[in-house]
């Protein structure tokens, strides 16, 4: 069966199935995200007004049998943080059972007209639009709690906490995990305020007697999906046992903590003192001492690198899945934090209320910087989100972001770029991440073109991280890839052992191949994903952003960051190249 | 002279009695190259990715200097 496009209008309630039409009949995952809003979203709208669109898509294998890690839901829609074209993809249980319903896509649009609030119900019959009066102010654990008391079949449940419900500008979408946690977040850029905006509280999806998904060249799917399941599970980071199945993507923190690299009390050092203390290492040392939780967690069915975790009290009761490295940068070393159960704390408030934690902890940071509490102030720190929850005029600042936050307390020092705060490797000592901040369609985003790889953990080659030259190369390489990787449903790590296994990277272009029927080879990868990046680069010039936007924040031109003592030395002229192609030929 | 040296995530097996961060003193002869180092302390080679002295990559070849402060390091990555 064809896949089709569900189109739901929240203006007079409606539900319809269209036939995809040519145009984006090839894509899926981001490229699909990207497509429809490019196409179907005004680039000068209000991104929380009536002609905004929430777009959610599973990728290309996602819901086929046994294609491993491949979990990730893509949301796109204009970014309320940013003001560009945003795509923010999440694991969970949202992408296969959405895929196995038929749906190559959800476009959300519309506000109803009697200023209701809603939560739909999807499933092989079609969708029910559902009064969520009873859900409002509700966080997320008690939303996917209530739907798995109501619904059968463990349904996947894409919600928003009371955050997105005031259509914040750090409001994420939750995606629930096996275990039902609302841990899984499609995080950046504020989707969970879009979501929130078109009065739509939470999403249930059944996939239970849907037509799946269809396979066109099923021996070719099956030996790519071969060849990517070997690479994935020979690589020394993605084997089991390797270092993300052991200590999760918190193995990064001592690492970029030795590099330098590793932001620190708001951007202002490349190290801290404390980072051992909130490392993956200490997280597997937690699990085990205190005999609860675990490492090694699946955050969708059918991932084999499983580098989740979930992390227990002193006493042994749960209180967050996951802390990633993220999360234990943003709330713990950013904020001159070391106390992981703090971190944890932090993180079960963020998923519980829809904060994005990358942003929620770069947003205290600054808070700290313009004197509302001393970096290091952990209780302070956690108090703040009380205020969150009850929506007081500080919280509702603080649920705005870095930058609001920063305006309100007189902060210079905001590590932002396109209005979207730098996730965990400082720019300054790792300069190729600097491109991919300065110039992704999404704003400061690492996973957009995460040239880490080569610059610090030596996968797909080995460059110096404290130069620029060829950066500008490899920093579009990385992001063209992932473009395309973002479209696939498959998790962004595969990346890891494909950069450095080429039969793995085959077999990864050959699953698709064979789900879409297509003849095509990892040489086409490149150039499928600038397709979708100069998409989203064209909404982003129609929307009023020009090169000038591509640019790192000024302190860090003049502040030197310790203990490498390096500036951002970029020529801009350097940063424009990776984009100077949109308008060529 | 004198090294300090620390091993991350799936290498810290190999010095099970040092705390995580924690570094190890090694006296070492001048000369001694990075990877003799790692041998001597009983690192797998297929098992380093990386090398740091300093904050800065290195290469197995290159030879320690009194005060470096090392990191072996395996695959990793995350984000």
Known sequence: ????????????????????????AKWAGRGLTSAIVFDEVDPTCHPLGPNNKLVIAPGWVSGTPAAPSSGRTSFGGKSPLTGTIKESNSGGLSSQKIAKLGI????????????????????????????????????????????????????????????????AANAGISVNDPENNPGRYAGRGGLGAVMGARHVKAIVVDDKGGPGVEIKNMDLFKKGRKKLTNAIMTHDLTKKGGGLNAYGTDVLMNIINEAGGLPTRNFSSGQFEG????????????VEKRKAGMTGHACHPGCIIQCSNIYPGPDGRIIASPIEYETAFALGANCGIDDLDFVAKMTKACNDLGLDTIEMGNTIAVAMEGGLLEFGDKEGALALFDEIAKGTPLGRVLSNGVEATAKVFGVHRTPTVKGQSMPAYEPRAIKGIGFTY???????????????????????????????????????????????????????????????????????????????????????????????????????????????????????????????????????????????????? | M????????????????????????????????????????????????????NGLQVEPEDVVQDGDRIAYIPATGGG
């Not at chain 1, 980072?275 to 937690?286: L, P, Q, T, Y």
């Open chain 1, 438 to 585: 300065a110039t992704s369609t999404m704003g400061a985003d690492h996973t957009s073109g995460y040239t880490i790889a080569p610059e610090i953990a030596g996968v797909g080659g080995k460059v110096d991280p404290l130069t620029y030259e060829g950066k500008a190369e490899l920093s579009l390489a990385f992001q063209a890839t992932t473009a395309f990787i973002d479209s696939t449903g498959y998790c962004l790590f595969i990346a890891f052992p494909i950069l450095d296994i080429q039969e793995g990277f085959e077999g990864m272009v050959e699953s698709v191949a064979g789900v879409m029927g297509w003849d095509i080879s990892a040489n086409d990868v490149v150039e499928i994903g600038k397709e979708i990046l100069k998409m989203e680069r064209l909404f982003n010039e129609r929307a009023g952003f020009t090169n000038l936007d591509d640019r790192l924040p000024e302190f860090m031109r003049y502040e030197p960051l310790p203990p490498h003592n390096v500036v951002w030395d970029v020529p801009d002229e350097e940063l424009d190249k990776v984009y100077a192609w949109v308008h060529e030929s």
């Open chain 1, 1 to 24: 069966m064809a896949r089709k496009i569900l189109r739901i209008n929240m203006t007079d309630l409606t539900a319809t199935y269209e036939d995809i039409p040519e145009k984006w």
């Open chain 2, 2 to 53: 004198q090294v300090e040296v620390r091993v991350f995530a799936t290498l810290r097996r190999y010095l099970p009695e040092l705390g995580i961060g924690e570094a190890k003193k090694v006296e070492v002869p001048a000369g001694t190259t990075f990877a003799e180092l790692r041998d001597l302390l009983g690192l797998p080679a297929d098992e380093v990715k990386i090398i740091m002295r």
């Open chain 1, 275 to 286: 980072a051992a203390k909130i490392s993956g290492e200490m997280i597997a040392e937690m």
């Open chain 1, 104 to 167: 190559a896509a959800i476009i959300l649009e519309g506000q109803p007209k009697d200023g209701k609030w809603y939560y739909l119900f999807i499933n092989k019959d079609g969708v029910k639009f559902e009064d969520a009066t009873d859900l409002l102010g509700k966080g997320m654990e008690e939303v996917d709690r209530i739907m798995w008391e109501r619904y059968e079949h463990k349904p996947a449940v894409i919600g928003i906490g009371p955050v997105g419900e005031r259509l």
